[in-house]
């Protein structure tokens, strides 16, 4: 019988003990995070990603392949989008034989051909009008999608080495040195001579406006009219505007807001309606001033005397995507541009778009935080817009489209440098949400809808769904 060791158990017992300390001390240790999927993660928001994005590690190679297959996706889904585009055409060019019969049928209509005629008439517009939403939606609604995921993959690789810089640009003494980085001199400062002289130019094209039919109604609802005044005000009286804020607010539906030379803003419901905080709402009006302080109107303008292709432009759009009626979205053309049946007239012709929607960013993110506004409040607008699914709520935002990750990475990086207020940054107010509740009011009496919409086209009277408000 063989002799058990006698120092066994003790050695046994000490070996124990170790295993419970480094298992311990394992357990104290913090856990490792395994981070999302790339897939999750690109579909969330850009201020959740800048806050997080030093949390991850992914490889290149995790990286470049899942751009790849974003890649991959945005191509399968426009060829869906292609296929479905043809079947309409092909159901249009089936109608179109049906009329033809139905003339070869008699020299004039008697009652029932005239029936079918309308019928054919309203088929055949409609099925174009769906034909040129899927086209739309194929050229620029799937591209803004995608473009907003590689943004954000952009971002989770390169933000932290962006992050860094800022950091080491503050410490260093420099930051002033940026662009626009006088930021305590807003307002005195001059970013550009002769915003006065603008102002003939901007009476000019509201006038041309008007005369032509571009213009939705004014809101007559004195209290909302009240609010975005005194919110777009106080935002003015921050920023560097040497003209007096013409402000009017008009009742469409689009999300939008634009700004004419020399100190004039429109503001749409629809654009109140979809932000969900007034620093929302505050970031797309400090943007929108941008373009007026910078001059951008009028640089663009002065560059080509392209006024009036613009102009048939927009005509030719608003008849072609939305039936002949003519909402705001047409006059974005006359500004900046428009999408649609291989007409893309806009501002990259002049080679100017990218940095003029880069300046408005950054002086927009300059103007909210001066006025007391949280600045991230149009990161967060932006994304919603880029994120939105179809083109219609899209395009009309992204008037122009400079690489979404430069504008994120921009606007974020002007917000790091600013110095901090002493007063809590506004995020949102009693009179935003008061103000949201006005619009729905105005909308249900249907006080605008009353008037009579302009349009460029008659056609047949059919028979359509009423437009989701």
Same mark, same amino acid.
């Given at each position: ?229 005194? =919110? ?17 607010? =008009? ?219």
């Amino acid at each position: 019988m063989r002799e058990k060791n006698p120092n066994a158990r003790r050695i046994f017992a000490v070996g124990l003990s170790g295993l419970l300390v480094w298992t311990n001390l394992w357990a104290s240790w913090p856990a490792v995070e395994t981070p999302p999927p790339l897939a999750e993660l690109v579909r969330e928001p850009y201020l959740v990603l800048l806050e997080r994005a030093q949390e991850w590690n992914f490889s290149k190679k995790e990286v470049e392949a899942f751009r790849k297959d974003l890649k991959n996706q945005e191509k399968a889904e426009k060829k869906k989008l292609e296929q479905e585009e043809k079947a309409l055409k092909q159901q249009v060019k089936d109608l179109r034989k049906q009329l033809d019969e139905l003339n070869k049928g008699n020299s004039r209509d008697n009652s029932e051909m005239t029936l079918q005629r309308n019928e054919l008439h309203c088929q055949i517009l409609s099925l174009e009008r769906e034909q040129n939403a899927k086209k739309a939606e194929r050229d620029h609604g799937v591209p803004v999608a995608f473009d907003n995921k590689l943004a954000k993959l952009d971002l989770i690789q390169n933000w932290p080495t962006r992050r860094a810089e800022i950091d080491r640009i503050l410490e260093s003494g420099t930051a002033r040195e940026r662009r626009f980085g006088d930021v305590e001199d807003i307002g005195v400062r001059v970013l550009r001579e002769g915003q006065e002289k603008d102002i003939k130019t901007g009476e000019e094209a509201i006038r041309d406006m008007k005369a032509s039919g571009l213009m939705p109604p004014e809101v007559e609802d004195e209290e909302l009219t009240a609010y975005v005044r005194k =919110l777009a005000k106080n935002i003015a009286d921050h920023s560097d505007l040497k003209v007096p804020l013409h402000l009017t607010v =008009l009742a469409s539906e689009e999300i939008n807001a634009f700004a004419l030379p020399g100190g004039y803003l429109f503001v749409n419901t629809g654009l109140i309606e979809k932000a969900d905080t007034e620093s929302e709402l505050a970031g797309v009006i400090a943007h929108e001033i941008a373009h007026v302080t910078a001059r951008h109107g009028a640089r663009l303008m002065k560059k080509a005397n392209i006024f009036n292709i613009f102009f048939q432009a927009a005509q030719v759009a608003a008849m072609v995507l939305t039936g002949g009626a003519v909402g705001i979205g047409t006059y974005y053309a006359l500004q900046y541009g428009f999408f649609g049946l291989g007409l893309a007239l806009n501002l990259s012709m002049l080679g100017v778009s990218r940095d003029f929607e880069e300046e408005a960013d950054q002086l927009g993110a300059q103007y909210a935080w001066n006025a007391g506004y949280d600045p991230k409040g149009f990161i967060s607008f932006f994304d919603k817009m880029a994120s939105e699914q179809g083109f219609v709520q899209s395009a009309s935002f992204f008037r122009t489209h400079p690489p979404f990750f430069e504008r994120i990475v921009s606007t974020f990086s002007e917000i790091e440098y600013l110095p901090p207020l002493n007063d809590d940054l506004i995020y949102d107010s009693t009179g935003f949400r008061e103000a949201k509740k006005r619009i729905r009011t105005v909308m249900e009496n249907d006080q605008w809808k009353t008037q009579e919409r302009p349009t460029l086209r008659r056609g047949p009277k059919c028979d359509e769904a009423p437009e989701t408000p």
